[in-house]
């Protein structure tokens, strides 16, 4: 895979050399700050940003194959633009150990992933002449943006028209006004998802950098200090960075980690596990393709490719993962506390076994199998991860 980078160089010369402060002194580092920055690096070049990158480009897709399903309908077309759904939905989830960023800031995260979808909102929708006819027009896309709300958005409006039951639809079931929506609603998830990788990335290059930039006006950088994500944070401990030292970059770090595994454990795995309202069990995600369970292993696996710092191999398309053994999470305890890592490793593999693992793991479906016993046994894997990533955060306190 071709490394993306975008900041290392100039970036890196400040945050781990000499760099200097408001006052143009030279502040002794603390003996670890180098090595903190190039774990940053490693987040920031060779996780976030690949993640964000093949999520923009594999919603691009989504919207070019609804569009080539509607102009010659068939089941193979349909097939294609599911196929492109799932993975792109496994880029999204797997992007969750970093919703800190863009993704919170920007409010793309409930922009484009809110659930349980609005049925009833979502089928007035569809008897509107009105509202069809704004989002099959040209800027259908930003029409759904700007006038939809985050309950007929995103990911699971379009898995709605996309599947049922767990499976593909009939082609032939689906309408033209139901596609017609999807096509809108995918225009402006590839809009989003674009304006996270640009916000990281800072990559003006972009195939839809200005669309996003200047037609759409979508924020891109910081408010104040006009930095880009990715930018921001390998200038940690220098001017005009939200992140006064390296040690504060690499607890926000562990942070993205702790908030979704929480999450997992007491909302998306908990709540319809423990809850008694209809809410509670209505609030389970991805429930017309049945892959719940597919979502929550890829929240462990984005945690993963945090610790380890890279992509797992199944993001790539490779044979093998680009893990860093040299500047990561994993790598620094690796030498600094060899059974505190020992801990964390097994943690997290055995929460990815818990909730998927080969010939263990949850019941699917999920929508289906809520209380089963082992949905239990996933939230307390999930749960115990979570304690030792918060004493990985430990480790890093000024």
Not at 333 to 358: C, H, S, V, Y
Not at 365 to 386: M, W, Y
Request: include cysteine.
């Amino acid at each position: 895979m071709k490394k993306l980078v975008y900041f290392s160089g100039a970036v890196l010369a400040l945050t781990g050399l000499a760099a200097c402060n408001e006052t143009g002194t030279t502040p002794d580092l603390d003996a670890n700050d180098d090595r903190y920055a190039a774990i940053a690096e490693t987040f920031v070049n060779e996780t976030v940003i690949p993640t964000y990158k093949y999520l923009a480009d594999d919603t691009a897709e989504l919207v070019d194959r609804l569009e080539a399903f509607a102009g010659n309908k068939s089941q193979q077309a349909l097939d294609a633009a599911c196929e492109v759904f799932l993975t792109s939905r496994a880029y999204w989830e797997k992007s969750e150990a970093f919703l800190f960023g863009a993704a919170t800031a920007f409010g793309i995260d409930p922009h484009i992933d809110s659930w349980p979808l609005d049925q009833t909102a979502l089928e007035r929708l569809l008897a509107s002449e009105t509202i069809i006819s704004s989002l099959a027009g040209e800027g259908g896309d930003a029409y759904a943006g700007d006038q939809l709300g985050n309950a007929l958005l995103g990911f699971h409006g379009i898995e709605f028209i996309l599947f049922r039951n767990g499976d593909n639809r009939t082609y032939t079931d689906i309408t033209d006004t139901e596609l017609t929506y999807a096509i809108a609603v995918a225009g402006d998830l590839r809009n989003r998802c674009a304006e996270l990788y640009i916000s990281w990335s800072g990559n003006e290059s972009y195939k839809l950098y200005d669309y996003v930039a200047n037609d759409l006006e979508l924020n891109l950088v910081i408010e104040g200090s006009g930095n880009y994500y990715g930018e921001d944070m390998l200038k940690a401990g220098n001017a005009g960075s939200s992140y006064a030292s390296q040690s504060l970059v690499m607890q926000a770090i562990c942070d993205g980690c702790i908030t979704i595994a929480d999450e997992v454990a007491t909302q998306k795995i908990g709540r319809p596990y423990n809850g008694t309202t209809e809410e509670d069990i209505a609030y389970i995600e991805s429930p017309y393709s049945h892959k719940s369970i597919q979502d929550f292993y890829d929240n462990m696996v984005s945690i993963k490719n945090v610790y380890y710092g890279g992509l797992d191999a199944e993001s790539m398309g490779a044979s093998a993962d680009s893990y860093d053994r040299t500047n990561s999470l994993h790598a620094w305890f690796q030498e600094t506390d060899p059974d505190f890592d020992a801990r964390m490793t097994a943690a997290i593999d055995k929460a990815l076994a818990e909730i998927n693992g080969d010939g263990t793991g949850m019941v699917k479906p999920f929508v289906n199998n809520r209380q089963d016993a082992s949905v239990g046994e996933a939230i307390e894997a999930i749960s115990a991860l979570n304690e030792v990533l918060i004493e990985a955060k430990g480790r890093f306190t000024e």
